[in-house]
């Protein structure tokens, strides 16, 4: 399910291996309204985890998060992963430039969840090269990965396909992920009269079943 709003868009995603977890992937824009309204839709979704990217952030801080809510943030500030729960345990196993990837214990095995940036006007090679090594350093392993890439690709939605869209794919296709998105979802993002797709929720063969 995906909602849009002209300011911030939510992806909600849900998955075989995440029955008991819901996550809330959503990208703020950098603007504090959106901020604003983390906190309430969290609590009516009822979201167990977010993927964040894009937050607004004063004196180093992602603001109107509640203090109790714990908050993993890339060295960018632009991605994080919050847990709003404090009975789902965290451990932070990376932290880069325009990534953060956590690891909670899900059923019988963990599970890594990464939240991803990447601006429409930086290298899109960088970003991809930091999830590459989270990927690399957990084979065989369960990974989830939320991620703002800047990519237009008719694979998640576009009608056009762009150079930095070629270069997801073809990390998908690398790494043998699962692309979450369907190609009929509405807009992950919608402001004034601009929609986009930006929003990509990916998966390892791991949580495939």
């Known amino acids: 399910m995906s909602i849009a709003t002209p300011s911030v ?6 998955s075989t291996y995440l029955k ?23 609590d009516k979704l009822q979201s167990d985890l977010l993927l964040l990217q894009e937050p607004y952030i004063y004196d180093s801080q992602i603001i109107g998060i509640p203090q109790s809510w714990n908050i ?26 325009n990534t953060v990837a956590v690891k909670i214990q899900t059923g019988q095995q963990p599970t890594t969840f990464l939240s991803a940036y990447s601006s429409p006007y930086s290298n899109i090679q960088e970003t991809l090269l930091e999830i590459q090594e989270i990927i690399s350093s957990l084979p065989r392993e369960k990974i989830f990965i939320g991620a703002d890439l800047n990519g237009h690709n ?32 509405p807009p992950t993002f919608s402001r004034n009269t601009s929609k986009g797709w930006p929003d990509l929720s990916l998966c390892t063969q791991q949580m495939i079943g």
């Not at 868009?9 to 849900?14: D, H, I, L, T």
């Not at 703020?28 to 309430?40: E, M, W």
């Not at 939605?157 to 979450?180: K, P, Q, V, W």
Request: proline fraction near 2%; glycine fraction near 4%; hydrophobic fraction near 40%.
């Open 154 to 185: 008719t694979l998640w939605g576009y009608n056009d396909m762009d150079s930095r869209g070629t270069a997801i794919e073809e990390f998908i296709l690398a790494n043998n992920l699962f692309i979450n998105n369907s190609s009929d979802a």
């Open 72 to 97: 993993f943030n890339s060295i960018s500030n632009k991605a994080a992963v919050i847990i709003p729960s404090r009975q789902l345990h965290a451990a932070l196993i990376s932290c880069k430039q």
């Open 20 to 42: 008991t977890l819901k996550v809330l992937q959503i990208n703020l824009g950098r603007a504090k309204a959106a901020n604003d309204t983390l906190h309430p839709t969290s």
């Open 9 to 14: 868009s939510f992806n909600k995603v849900s």
